[in-house]
């Protein structure tokens, strides 16, 4: 599984947020695109998600700015992960949800098993040995496993070493 550029974007500004000296201090998207050298304009679309979903603060007008609105240990990387990335779909019998298909929510992942086959209906996705692959159960319980571990981790677990961050991004 690879996460996409969204979700690693996401996860260094709530870093960064994390470990600025005073917890309450308004950052602003620059400072952060600065820091880690990547896209401004990008990186407004994370924050405004992030934002959205409570997990930073975002205050407007001339000495407005962007903080952390839970603390770090209250930021469970799984949830955060399973909320913003895109697709979890390894293979073509795992898809995103889709109204035409039969497909059943599993595990909390924001993905979906199809048992159909291509000769089923050629319009619609599906591998000819879906219905008995037991391949696509092994790539789940992977995934599962991925997962899993993330939420066993908060922000404040991957910022213990918060002033050797803090000397790289200032």
Same mark, same amino acid.
């Given at each position: 599984? /690879? @996460?996409?550029?969204?979700?690693d974007? #996401? @996860?260094?500004? !709530?870093?960064y947020? &994390?470990?600025k $000296?005073? $917890?309450? #201090?308004l950052?602003?998207?620059?400072? %952060? &695109?600065?820091?880690?050298? *990547?896209? /401004?304009?990008? =990186?407004?679309?994370? *924050?405004?998600? =992030? ?7 975002? %205050? ?5 700015g %962007?903080?952390?609105?839970? +603390? ?11 909320? %913003? ?8 019998c795992? #898809?995103?949800?889709v $109204? ?8 909390? !992942?924001?993905? /979906? =098993? ?7 209906? $050629? #319009?619609k ?10 391949? +696509? ?5 992977a !995934?599962?496993?991925?997962? /899993? ?5 908060? =922000?404040?677990? *991957?910022?213990?070493?918060? &002033?050797?961050? &803090?000397?790289?991004?200032?």
């Open positions: 599984m /690879k @996460l996409t550029n969204y979700s974007y #996401a @996860l260094r500004s !709530l870093i947020l &994390a470990i $000296p005073e $917890p309450q #201090a950052a602003n998207i620059s400072d %952060i &695109a600065d820091s880690y050298q *990547i896209s /401004k304009s990008h =990186l407004t679309k994370i *924050i405004h998600q =992030l934002g959205q979903l409570g997990y930073i603060e975002t %205050i407007r007008g001339k000495n407005g %962007i903080r952390l609105a839970r +603390k770090p240990e209250d930021i469970n990387l799984g949830i955060l992960i399973k909320q %913003i990335e895109p697709d979890f779909a390894l293979v073509e795992f #898809a995103a949800s $109204p035409t298909l039969d497909h059943v929510e599993q595990q909390g !992942l924001p993905i /979906k =098993l199809i048992n159909q086959t291509i000769s089923d209906s $050629p #319009a996705p599906g591998c000819v040995i879906s219905p008995v692959c037991r391949l +696509k159960g092994v790539f789940f319980e !995934l599962t496993a991925f997962v /899993k571990v993330l939420e066993d981790y908060t =922000l404040a677990d *991957i910022i213990s070493n918060e &002033a050797e961050l &803090a000397r790289i991004l200032s």
